[in-house]
Structures are given as structure tokens and as C-alpha cells.
């Protein structure tokens, strides 16, 4: 069946295309207040949604994001509150939705998409490529210590949420521009979603708390986090989760970490949405303890892949030529030269075949040729071609590491 698939118009009909994912959650958004909070970051035209008559069966959105990529920024449709009604499964309404959804991220100019899976097997037959890995750990008090080192130097502040912004804005921002995979938040967004802390939302722990750490009196580091307090038998057995923490450069990761280790009254110190590089591997006493779990991260999708492959900089010039499949979306298939950070079409012969989704796995550069022709999952056409695309793809910038679920 052919499903009729457009924007919503108002309000009404928003709350309800995102309302097939809310199924999910249990009801939500469960008034026009909560569905008018959530289209403050996404714009009406920006949520499809799938119709059987009038009614709505599914919904897909799409923020408006800059993303970073290696040397640079580029405009991206971040995928979000994507559900089709339990009534509706597995008659092809996502297919429908995820088809009209990029044909307007290429219309408006947005090379690529991203987006978090809620189940890895869902989108590769879209396009999308397992972009970047994702780490938690949960790190035992007794081994919560930091590796010899300078003794502390920072100092650090509680800020009330209500006044944070402004500082942890900045602190995000720069932490974002040179780390592939972050996105750009607007006031919107952090008074929105990162800042709220309804009580309804704190899964039995304690109030969202922002912590900031000074080097030389000036803001160069943040957390937010939750304690979730608990003693048993006299001795402390609660935890404390790290929402968020973000520091520019070394020194001031070692000094923001030091304070998060060093709190009393917890038996676990737990962090999620960490980057696979993250500095505390190296600066930890005991980074086994971590136990570090790993996980897929950030999915992208070149929707447009020209104007993709040319919006990052490049470590070496090429060229490297790639033979692209891409059957969701036939016109970027086909042969593609990378010279001098420039993507064109060309009629030389290929160096690698690949799926569309295999490029998106080495966009941000969080995955090489080498470790995807070895898994068998990019084919090397000829000899070195695999090494090639690696010297031009290699890049200064961190692994690619995406901290909010979007
Ligand atoms: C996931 C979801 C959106 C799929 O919607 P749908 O309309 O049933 O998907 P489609 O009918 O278009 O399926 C397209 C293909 O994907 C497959 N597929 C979709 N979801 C799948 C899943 N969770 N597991 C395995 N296969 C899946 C279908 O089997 C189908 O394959 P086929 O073409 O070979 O038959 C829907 O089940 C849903 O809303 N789930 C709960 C919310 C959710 O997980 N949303 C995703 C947020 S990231």
C-alpha cells in the first residue's frame, strides 16, 4: 500500500505523528504544552507524518543541526521520533516515512542525516552506516582514583541549572567544534532539554546538578549529574550518574573528573554516552575497573554525496576513488573521485566497492577502509585501495563522539 506521507500543518496534527512514537513511551506528549515544548526545537514542517485517511499512523522527524565533521561543520537532518503505531507495523510506513523524510533533508540542502537507533537493524536498509561507538562505565569507589599527576588545580562551583547556561553554552560549543559527531544546540535546546529537571524524569535519584571547573579563574569545564543515594548495612551503596561532562583539553578532563571520582557517599561512579577515545582510559589508576561497555553510537547517512564527501577536510589529497550502491536512494550511486577534498563523479576506475552505508561508517572518520574490508563489508577492487582511502580519510580530530541522545 502506498501511504500518503507529508509535513504536519499545526499543532494538533504534530502532537499526534509524534504521538506514534510516544505510544511507546506510555502516552506522550501528553498535552499541546508538552507537544508545543518539543516543536520548539523541531519545526512543524520538519515532523512527517503518515496518514490512512485522516488518521495518523506513523510519524518521522528531522532537527535542523549543524554537525561537526573532521576540519569543519557541516548541515545535518538529525533523525528523531521515528514510530509507526503498533496497529501499523510492518506494512511499510517507516519505508514510506524515511523515503519522503530524505528526499526534503537533500531539498533543503542537508548532505547528510543522522540519528540514534533505537535498534541497530533498523536502518541500514535506509542508508545509514554505524557511524561512531559509545561507551559506559560504571567505576567502583575504591578504584575511583587518578593516576599520579599534578596535584589538583582547578577550582570548582556548583551552578543552579536556572543560571548555567550561559557557561556550560560556551563550554559546550568549543568542546563541539573540534570533536566530530556533536551537534549545535540552541538556547532552545538547553532550556528545553538539557537544563529541565521535572521530578517525574529522575528515576529515584536526587535533583540534576551542574558542576564547573575553573583553571586560572576561567570556566573550562562542566558536568551535570544526578546523585541516587542509598546506604546499606552503614555503609554507602548508592551511585552517581554523570549526565554530561565536557572540558577543554587535558588538564581540565583530569580536573573535572577529579571532582565527579572524588565525591563521597557512593559506591558507583556510572557514565553513559562516552566517547571510545575518552582521556580517562589514560588517566585513571585502574581503567579496567571502568568496566566499559561498548556500544553503536551515532548512525550517518550521506544524502547527498558530493556535497558530503567535499564538506570535510581530508589528511591526505588522494586521489581514491569509491564505487557507490546506494539503492534507497539510486542518484548517489555510482563512481565517485576524492581529490583535494573534493568529491565529483568520474569514469576512473574504482579503488573500493561500497555501500552507501559503509561510507557513513567512515565519514567521521570513526571506522577505516581497513578494519571495513576486513570485516568483509567493503569490497577492495584494487591492490592498497583500502590503504589509500585511508591516508586521505586520516585526520588529527578525536573519534567521532556524539553525547546526547537525540
Ligand atoms: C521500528 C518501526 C518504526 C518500524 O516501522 P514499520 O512501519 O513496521 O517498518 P516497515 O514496515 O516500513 O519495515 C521496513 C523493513 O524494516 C524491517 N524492520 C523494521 N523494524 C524492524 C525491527 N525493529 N526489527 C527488525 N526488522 C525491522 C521490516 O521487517 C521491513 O523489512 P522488509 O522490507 O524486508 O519486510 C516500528 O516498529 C516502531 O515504531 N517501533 C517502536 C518505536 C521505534 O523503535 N522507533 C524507532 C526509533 S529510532
Known amino acids: 500500500m502506498a501511504w500518503d506521507v507529508r509535513p504536519t500543518i499545526d499543532l494538533e496534527e504534530f ?9 511507546y513511551f506510555g502516552g506522550w506528549p501528553a498535552d499541546d504544552e508538552a507537544a508545543q515544548r518539543f516543536s ?21 522527524g528531522a532537527f535542523p543541526f549543524e554537525l561537526t565533521v573532521p576540519g569543519g561543520t557541516v548541515r545535518c537532518g538529525g533523525v528523531t521520533v521515528v514510530g509507526v ?20 533533508i537533500r531539498d533543503r540542502g542537508e548532505p547528510v542525516a543522522a540519528l540514534w537507533a533505537s535498534e541497530e537493524v533498523i536502518y541500514r536498509r535506509f542508508g545509514y552506516g554505524m557511524a561512531s561507538l559509545s561507551c559506559e562505565m560504571s567505576l567502583p569507589s575504591g578504584y575511583a582514583g587518578l593516576r599520579d599527576g599534578p596535584e589538583a588545580r582547578a577550582t570548582a562551583r556548583l551552578v543552579p541549572l ?3 547556561k550561559d557557561v556550560l553554552a560556551a563550554i559546550y560549543d568549543r568542546t563541539r567544534l573540534r570533536t566530530p559527531g556533536m551537534f549545535s544546540r540552541t538556547d532552545t535546546w538547553w532550556e528545553t532539554r538539557n537544563l529541565p529537571d521535572p521530578p517525574d524524569r529522575r528515576q529515584g535519584g536526587g535533583e540534576k546538578n551542574a558542576i564547573v571547573v575553573e583553571l586560572d579563574g576561567e570556566p573550562a569545564g562542566y558536568a551535570l549529574y544526578r546523585v541516587h543515594s542509598k546506604f546499606e548495612n552503614g555503609a554507602a551503596a548508592g551511585h552517581v550518574d554523570v549526565i554530561e561532562a565536557l572540558a577543554d583539553g587535558p588538564l581540565a578532563t583530569r580536573e ?4 565527579l571520582l572524588d565525591m563521597d557517599w557512593k559506591a558507583t561512579l556510572n557514565a553513559f554516552l562516552l566517547p571510545i577515545d575518552h582521556p580517562l582510559v589514560h588517566q585513571l589508576s585502574y581503567p579496567r575497573r571502568m568496566r566499559l561497555r561498548v556500544g553503536d553510537g551515532l548512525w550517518v547517512r550521506l544524502v547527498d554525496v558530493g556535497a558530503a564527501l567535499s564538506a570535510r577536510a581530508y589528511g591526505g589529497d588522494g586521489p581514491v576513488v569509491f564505487e557507490v550502491e546506494d539503492p534507497f536512494l539510486p542518484e548517489n550511486s555510482g563512481r565517485w573521485r576524492l581529490a583535494g577534498g ?54 588529527s580530530a578525536p573519534k567521532p563522539w556524539c553525547p546526547e541522545i537525540f
Open 15 to 23: 502532537k499526534r505523528a509524534v504521538g506514534a512514537i510516544g505510544h
Open 40 to 60: 520548539s526545537n523541531l519545526p512543524l514542517e520538519r515532523m512527517h507524518a503518515a496518514f490512512e485517511g485522516d488518521r495518523i499512523v506513523g510519524g518521522a
Open 85 to 104: 503505531l503498533p496497529t501499523h507495523r510492518r506494512r511499510g510506513v517507516l519505508s514510506a516515512m524515511m523515503r519522503v523524510q530524505l528526499a526534503d
Open 162 to 164: 536556572d543560571a548555567s
Open 256 to 259: 573535572l573528573w577529579r571532582v
Open 342 to 395: 573534493e568529491a565529483a563523479r568520474t569514469e576512473d576506475e574504482a579503488d573500493l566497492a561500497l555501500d552507501i552505508g559503509e561510507l557513513g561508517s567512515a565519514y567521521l572518520s570513526g571506522f577505516t577502509f581497513g578494519e571495513l574490508v576486513r570485516a568483509g563489508v567493503v569490497d577492495e577492487l584494487r591492490d592498497g585501495g583500502a590503504a589509500r582511502a585511508d591516508e586521505v580519510f586520516v585526520t
